[in-house]
């Protein structure tokens, strides 16, 4: 046998063009530890992504084994194994994974876990080969190193240290080190697709070369496992800044029995749940598995490094479709899915990670007031747009946090108070709603948006800035009684003798001189559709469920009878029901899923029912009073096999051939934080016979008081209503102070008003119904500060 090393580099460079992995994980292996900055998942029975040093940065691709006896098969276990797995021990995030030959020559056990103190995955195998193959089946570790998020310009070398033969890559200031406890015999590194392990084991069952470096590409390494001295081994794959360092971690990790480093790794993920509330566990169906499972899951979402970084899933969404021009899959922190994802830890009584999560949040506030749409973990942002209720959502944490008394000695204030004073500025039409595709007036954005400001307006109150306070309930007021003026229809036909309900989203640009359309009317320019497809709908009969979120934080009751008609059309229109239960689409004509024949969304495809619908609408029924069993026993049925909940599942019947089953995972993220966490507070809903997210105080002043709060109607530069009520107050807002002069009667008198500021970067005038008379106001504005007139009137009617 060659064991010696060629000299010679690797041919085909650069290699194919990368992928990534499918995104629907069974598992996720972390050490609880902030000494062990590592993350692995696991799917179809081998390690995919592993992120190192921060839980944003994936680091390969794969990493399996490849057996061959040199003649008559050539096996990979993604492809040519059946797989199970289970937990290796109590509720921590290792595994034990079996994949088993369908011939039964031979069975593969691995326990794998991460090195506890150290930046190390380790998969302790035991290789049973049945006799007669014994002596003839060679074992192979493959790895696909995608350093510092990205498959091409990596470059590998094999390294001899004291005689021993270890696998290296590194890439823009990343390394990795691969090293087994038997040793390998001989390696390689090669090109992916040209001149790989795997493309030279699966020519002729014969691995012929040895080269020792592949520079600058998508490249392999791969090593022969000696396993004539037993068939129980230790593979080990260290990261770091350095390759020293990389090599320290894996010797470390080999070092040390595997025994006792699994030990440690229960005792940390035990001591991490000493205060989980398993009263919880008696509101579930499946004995509180899935509860346990969610508690460990959103613990290890949270970075190691920036405390409170909590990113929407360890899953890079139809990964095998996505390449290294686009480097976020949802290994990044979204606002909403951090508020979210951390809720639901106070849903299970624990405070610290939520709060940790308050102040990463605060940190990486804009100037402005806003919050980015989404970040790396340290704060960079990476999309650029602007979603109002992600602006909303870190005030509802400071909210639950001061009502928890879990606040320590830190003032949130500063934070609420320019987050509340963007969305007074910027609103009320977001530039995105919650699907992040759509700008214009939604129902769960405004309900977001509106408790944050009387959340805000309280905080504002316990600081005796009662005028600011008193500004953002009047505001509230506003987005509250324009709700069915903007999200509403009265010619709806979707459903036959329901012509008035809620709809996704009234479109508007927030760029230009916003004036809202006729809800009847509007049209709506939808994403992800396939090509030469439709692509613009009537506004009014594009659906969704996110209405209910104004049930969710006290806004309209449940028997509200508009919500009752709106439910009857999404359940007509959206509703799927599965061999495990109910769920739901997000909204009609969706494009943003797995395409019809199973292949995987790449720009468009055909949106599918998501597991977390299914728990809004058991917060809704169980706030109207009704049963909710079905549905946490749906969301139970609808997780993987290890209890992760996907984004989608599939929602027609089995198509094998796409490894896609009627109500089970698609391509999509998998495990889904914010679905784990409305499974949470679901259970403490239940629980408690309330809504977790429920806001007393919203309520009390939407849907309990029987005192009517007086109409409001705002212009703002970015919007501009062209109608208003006579009994309504209007006020009139601009970021400048400003002289407003105004006339009700074609300027035959006009009236000049100082403008007032709360104590914010706005300025008001407000023009109340008893100073007005005629059927249209007519104003303009002068700038002090700049000493010159607008130069353009302004006008509404009034009706």
């Known amino acids: ?312 899933s360890l899953s890079i969404p139809w990964g095998e479709a996505r390449s290294d021009k686009d480097l976020g899959g949802y290994h990044l922190v979204w606002p909403r899915d951090c508020v979210n994802s951390v809720t639901g830890m106070m849903a299970m009584g624990e405070t610290a990670t939520p709060f940790r999560a308050l102040l990463y949040l605060a940190s990486t506030q804009n100037d402005d007031g806003g919050f980015s749409q989404n970040c790396w973990i340290d704060g960079r942002p990476y999309w650029s747009g602007i979603q109002l209720d992600e602006v909303a959502y870190p005030i509802l944490l400071a909210w639950k946090l001061k009502q928890a008394d879990a606040l320590a000695n830190y003032d949130p204030y500063p934070m609420v108070r320019s987050a509340a004073a963007y969305l007074v500025r910027e609103g009320p039409a977001t530039p995105q709603e919650r699907w992040e595709e759509s700008s214009g007036f939604s129902p769960s954005t405004l309900a977001v948006h509106i408790a944050a400001l009387v959340c805000a307006a309280e905080f504002a109150s316990q600081r005796n800035e009662q005028t600011l306070a008193d500004y953002f309930l009047r505001y509230a007021d506003f987005l509250e009684q324009h709700i069915e003026r903007w999200t509403v229809t009265d010619d709806g036909s979707l459903l036959s003798g329901i012509s008035r309900h809620y709809f996704r989203i009234l479109p508007a640009d927030p760029s230009s001189d916003i004036r809202a359309d006729n809800p009847d009317t509007a049209e709506l320019q939808l994403t ?76 468009s495809g055909q949106g599918r029912a998501w597991p977390l619908l299914t728990g809004e609408r058991a917060h809704y029924e169980l706030a109207a009073g009704h049963g909710c069993e079905e549905y946490v026993k749906a969301i139970e049925s609808f997780a993987g096999p290890m209890g992760l909940l996907p984004e989608q599942i599939w929602d027609e019947e089995n198509k094998p051939e796409a490894h896609l089953q009627f109500g089970k995972a698609t391509g999509s993220a998998m495990p889904l934080m914010w679905a784990h966490s409305e499974y949470v507070k679901l259970l403490r809903s239940r629980r408690d016979g309330r809504v977790f997210d429920l806001i007393d105080i919203v309520k009390q002043r939407y849907c309990d008081s029987d005192d009517a709060n007086p109409p409001i109607e705002i212009w703002k530069f970015n919007s501009q209503p062209r109608l208003m009520r006579r009994d309504e107050m209007l006020r009139i807002q601009a970021r400048d102070s400003f002289r407003l002069r105004w006339s009700d009667d074609n300027w035959n008198a006009t009236y000049d008003v100082e403008s007032n500021s709360p104590g914010m970067d706005f300025h008001y005038v407000d023009l109340h119904p008893d100073q007005r008379h005629g059927d249209h106001i007519t104003f303009t504005f002068y700038w002090p500060d700049a000493d010159r007139w607008e130069g353009q009137n302004y006008t509404i009617q009034v009706t």
């Open 1 to 312: 046998m060659n064991t010696g090393i060629s000299a010679e580099a690797a041919f085909g460079a650069p290699g194919i063009e990368p992928r990534w992995t499918r995104s629907d994980k069974d598992a996720i292996v972390s050490a609880y530890s902030m000494s062990s900055p590592i993350w692995a998942t696991l799917s179809a029975g081998i390690v995919n992504e592993v992120y190192f040093p921060t839980i944003d940065t994936p680091q390969i691709r794969d990493l399996q084994f490849l057996l061959t006896d040199g003649e008559s098969f050539f096996h990979d276990e993604r492809r040519d194994t059946q797989s199970t797995i289970e937990q290796l021990c109590g509720d921590s995030l290792c595994y034990r994974v079996i994949n088993r030959d369908r011939e039964d020559r031979y069975r593969i056990e691995k326990q794998v876990i991460t090195a506890p103190h150290a930046a190390c995955l380790l998969l302790r195998t035991k290789i049973t080969i049945e006799p007669k193959w014994k002596d003839r089946v060679r074992v192979f570790a493959l790895l696909a190193p995608h350093l510092d998020i990205g498959g091409c310009g990596n470059t590998g070398e094999l390294m001899r240290h004291n005689k021993r033969l270890l696998l290296t890559a590194h890439r823009n200031g990343s390394f990795l080190a691969m090293d087994c406890s038997c040793g390998f015999i001989r390696g390689s590194c090669g090109f992916v697709g040209e001149s790989d392990g795997w493309t030279d084991l699966h020519g002729n069952m014969k691995l012929d070369w040895q080269f020792e470096r592949a520079e600058d590409g998508n490249i392999a390494l791969i090593g022969e496992i000696d396993i004539g001295s037993g068939n129980e081994f230790t593979l080990a794959v260290g990261f770091g800044y350095e390759q020293q360092s990389a090599v320290v971690a894996v010797r470390e990790s080999l070092a040390l029995p595997f025994e006792n480093l699994v030990e440690d790794f229960k005792k940390q993920w035990e001591e991490s749940s000493d205060d989980l509330d398993l009263s919880l566990a008696e509101q579930s169906l499946d004995g509180g598995r899935m509860l346990r499972i969610s508690h460990s899951l959103l613990l290890a979402h949270e970075d190691k490094t920036y405390k409170g970084a909590t990113i929407a």
């Open 528 to 603: 992800g559709q396939p090509p030469n497809s439709r692509t613009t709908f009537p506004a009014r009969e594009i659906v969704d469920a996110g209405f209910l979120e104004l049930v969710r934080y006290g806004i309209r009751p449940p028997g509200d009878p508009l919500v009752e008609d709106s439910l009857q059309i999404v359940d007509h229109v959206l509703k799927v029901v599965t061999p495990f239960g109910p769920s739901w689409h997000r909204y009609n004509h969706d494009g943003y899923g797995q395409k019809s024949d199973g292949g995987p969304f790449d720009g």
